[in-house]
C-alpha cells in the first residue's frame, strides 16, 4: 500500500520575534545534548552544547536549557531573522562514544519577513 | 581551510548496482562519521571509523553495507546491491580527536536515489 509520509513539526515566527524550539531526549546516560541546524539541500551545522551537569548554556543570539528530571532540551533563538529558517535537531551523546549521536526528529523553522 | 568533501553529491543507481560514496575529512581530522537521513527524517549513525580502524559499525546494516578508512585517501561508504529503500541522504561527519562533546563536522551529503 502507499506509505504515508512523516511531517516535520514547524514554528513559524516572525522577523525579530524570540523563537524556543523543544526537544524531549530519551537516554539518562547521555553526557551531552547538542543542537545543530540544517538548511535546505546542505549538511547539518552545529550551533551549541551543552554538558549534562549544566542547566543553561549562552551562545550568540542562542541558548541552550536542559531540564533532566523530564528529559527535555530547548534551544532559545533571540531576535530571529530570515537566515535562521532551517530544520533543528537535538541530539544526544554519550561522551566515551565520541561522535556517536541520536538525533531528534527536528523543527522546521519559518522566519516571516 | 576546506570542509568536509563529499561526492559524489547526487548518485542514482539502479537496483542491483553498487553504490560509491567517498568522503575527505578535514584537514588535521582523522576521525570520520557516517549517517544517513531518510526524507523528514533526523539522521541515524551508521559507523564510526579512524584510518584503517573500524571504531563502531553498531548502525550498519548487516548486510551489503561496508566501509572503509583507509591509511591514504577518502574514507568509502560502499552499498551493494542497492534496494529502493537505500535511497537516503548519506552525510559523512569529521572530528580531530575523539569528541566527547558531540561537535561534528558535517559534509553537504551524497543523496542516493536508487530506481
Known amino acids: 500500500g502507499e506509505s504515508v509520509g512523516l511531517h516535520l513539526p514547524t514554528l513559524s515566527v516572525q522577523e525579530g520575534d524570540n523563537s524556543i524550539i523543544n526537544c524531549a531526549y530519551s537516554n539518562s546516560a547521555s553526557d551531552y545534548f547538542i543542537w545543530y541546524k540544517q538548511e535546505s539541500g546542505k549538511g547539518p551545522q552545529f550551533i551549541i552544547d551543552?554538558?549534562?551537569?549544566?542547566d543553561k548554556r549562552q551562545g550568540q543570539r542562542v541558548t541552550v536549557l536542559l531540564n533532566k528530571t523530564v528529559k527535555h532540551l530547548s534551544l532559545q533563538i533571540a531576535a530571529t531573522q530570515p537566515g535562521d529558517s532551517a530544520v533543528y535537531f537535538c541530539a544526544e551523546s554519550q561522551g566515551h562514544q565520541g561522535g556517536k549521536l541520536i538525533f531528534g526528529q527536528g523543527t522546521e523553522l519559518s522566519v516571516k519577513p | 581551510n576546506a570542509g568536509v568533501m563529499q561526492n559524489p553529491r547526487h548518485l542514482v543507481r539502479r537496483r542491483g548496482q553498487e553504490a560509491r560514496l567517498r568522503c575527505s575529512p578535514m584537514?588535521?581530522?582523522?576521525?570520520v562519521y557516517w549517517y544517513r537521513q531518510l526524507p523528514e527524517e533526523g539522521l541515524k549513525f551508521m559507523v564510526y571509523l579512524q584510518k584503517e580502524n573500524i571504531i563502531d559499525e553498531s548502525g550498519m546494516p548487516k548486510e551489503r553495507f561496508s566501509a572503509e578508512f583507509p591509511k591514504e585517501g577518502p574514507s568509502i561508504l560502499r552499498i551493494q546491491q542497492v534496494v529502493r529503500g537505500d535511497s537516503a541522504a548519506y552525510f559523512c561527519?569529521?572530528?580531530?580527536?575523539?569528541?566527547?562533546?558531540?561537535?561534528?563536522?558535517f559534509g553537504e551529503g551524497s543523496r542516493l536515489t536508487v530506481l
Open positions: 561527519a569529521s572530528s580531530p580527536l575523539t569528541t566527547n562533546t558531540g561537535e561534528l563536522f
Open positions: 584537514k588535521g581530522h582523522s576521525h
Open positions: 551543552i554538558r549534562s551537569n549544566m
